[in-house]
């Protein structure tokens, strides 16, 4: 075992956490929910998901069997979608070659959803494999201490740390190295002022030697993010709200949302057009901004009151449902808080209230 490994393999038995709810079993279906979620994603944050995502599917063969709406609905909130329709996936790929998790990196990896680095993880926590993880955090620690140049996602740097995270890779251990690296990572070599006094490896640490341990790694080069802007309708007709289904990828793949109108468009002659839905009242709400990777979206809300009498069945991919339960369905973020914030503008939070409201 290297210096390095040592030292923290020594530090994580004193310092590290150990009381994480996925922590404390070789089970690899908790494991690998567990690594999904925090793909990009805080500790504190992925908990409470964690926990109910396992009371709802306590086992691959749950998960497989459950509605993708389901699935989404208890994402809702996480973000990054797309985790949660490959967990969907890749659970009915496990039960159709029998229900057991393959046990090697190159296996897992095969299945949607699972990258090399996560991969890794799940090998070594539920199989004892040794093999190399490289999530973003283990990634700061790597540059920083063996100051490596560059940033996240350029080829060379990536090259470069892989070689150091396997070459560092201790003989035994493994599961307790690589707990140790991440959090390392979350807890001490921290992105923004790192805790350096607390670190085990403070004395072999070239950047801090240097001492431009925030210089490691270097910030992706900067290009500016595109605003989009779209208008959403909150149609309400005697105390429901009509959901639209979105495709099933892009932004937002297969979750319930808002139905959307051109920002040029009048909301009287669109619904008369597109709902077949007369348009008794309406109120704009403040515009709500939402990042995401690639791009900035401003979100221009109308609330809308259609006549009862107008014809405006649900057709395929639509909902209606009452305004108080809408908020449970498979919803964006942006899209529940603005459920959540109709009654929270003066409107009050009863159907009847609000359409009390856009009448007058």
Known sequence: MSAFAGKLVRWQARHGRHDLPWQRTRDPYRIWISEVMLQQTQVGTVIPYFRRFLARFPDVESLASAAPDDVLALWSGLGYYSRARNLHAAAQAVVTAGGRFPRTRDALEALPGIGRSTAAAIAVFAFGEREAILDGNVKRVFARHFAVRGFPGEKRFEKRLWGLAEAELPARNIETYT????????GVCTRKRPGCSSCPVIRSCAGYAQGKMEAYPASRPRKTR???????????REGEVL???RPPSGVWGGLW??????MDSGPGDYCQRRFGAK?????????LHHGFTHFE????????LLDPASHCAAEPG??????????GAALPAPVKKLLASVGSN?????PAALEKALQD
């Open 226 to 236: 595109p605003v989009r802007k779209t208008s959403m309708l909150l149609l309400l």
């Open 257 to 262: 949302c808002l139905p959307e109108m051109p």
């Open 297 to 304: 979206l401003d979100i221009a809300p109308l609330l809308c």
């Open 179 to 186: 707990q140790s690296l991440m959090d390392l990572g979350a």
């Open 279 to 287: 348009l008794v009242g309406a109120r704009r709400l403040a515009i």
């Open 318 to 327: 639509q909902v209606w449902l009452p305004l108080e339960e809408a908020g």
């Open 243 to 245: 959901l639209e289904k």
């Open 346 to 350: 003066g409107l009050g939070g009863e």
